[in-house]
T-cell receptor
């Protein structure tokens, strides 16, 4: 019973391509996120959705477009991939209650060549 | 804005006690969290301090002092499996739900 599952785990693609990463959570959490972890392991928030509504967009390029069809799913579509997009992308979910912690998916390692 | 600084690497031996510090500059936050991440794995939640003081969860304890803009994670009776990266994080009180992570500390536990 995976709590937050994201697919694919690995993604290797050429510059200029378009790709999507899918995320689903079965925890009943209200809020879902996309985080990017760079090669120095720095974790930075990209987007946050609460009950399907976008509430945070942290100055991410327009090539990145999240979509939340329902509160259990949050997908990330990336257009015109660039070398600098290579990173590990983590989906996460949480309840609004502070202190409960975030549950992260296993990550998608994106490599743009 | 928020910035959280951590030492880049800490080394220790099995059975020892190690403290990982987190100093921050932030305009305001609800609490300080700690996450563990093994190589190739996902960050996993360890602890949360809403108030100043020490929170203990088994071998791990976390401390917060808002007046000193400082917190730490204390790991006791170190085991090889504790080798991982550790991140402090704050939940800014901006009204929007998000976590801002520190720079991360890689802990290496040797036999």
């Amino acid at each position: 019973d995976t709590a937050v599952s994201q697919t694919p785990k690995y993604l290797v693609t050429q510059m200029g391509n378009d790709k999507s990463i899918k995320c689903e959570q079965n925890l009943g959490h209200d809020t879902m996120y996309w985080y990017k972890q760079d090669s120095k392991k720095f974790l930075k928030i990209m987007f946050s959705y609460n009950n399907k509504e976008l509430i945070i967009n942290e100055t991410v390029p327009n090539r990145f477009s999240p979509k939340s069809p329902d509160k259990a799913h949050l997908n990330l579509h990336i257009n015109s991939l660039e070398l600098g997009d290579s990173a590990v992308y983590f989906c996460a979910s949480s309840q609004v209650v502070q202190g409960d912690g975030y549950t992260f998916g296993s990550g998608t390692r994106l490599t743009v060549v | 804005g928020q910035s959280l600084e951590q030492p880049s690497e800490v080394t220790a031996v099995e059975g020892a006690i190690v403290q990982i510090n987190c100093t921050y500059q932030t305009s305001g936050f609800y609490g300080l969290s700690w996450y563990q991440q093994h190589d190739g794995g996902a960050p996993t939640f360890l602890s949360y301090n809403a108030l100043d003081g020490l929170e203990e969860t088994g071998r791990f304890s976390s401390f917060l002092s808002r007046s000193d803009s400082y917190g730490y994670l204390l790991l006791q009776e170190l085991q090889m499996k504790d080798s991982a990266s550790y991140f402090c994080a704050v939940s800014p009180n901006t009204g929007f739900q998000k976590l801002v992570f520190g720079t991360g500390t890689r802990l290496l536990v040797s036999p």
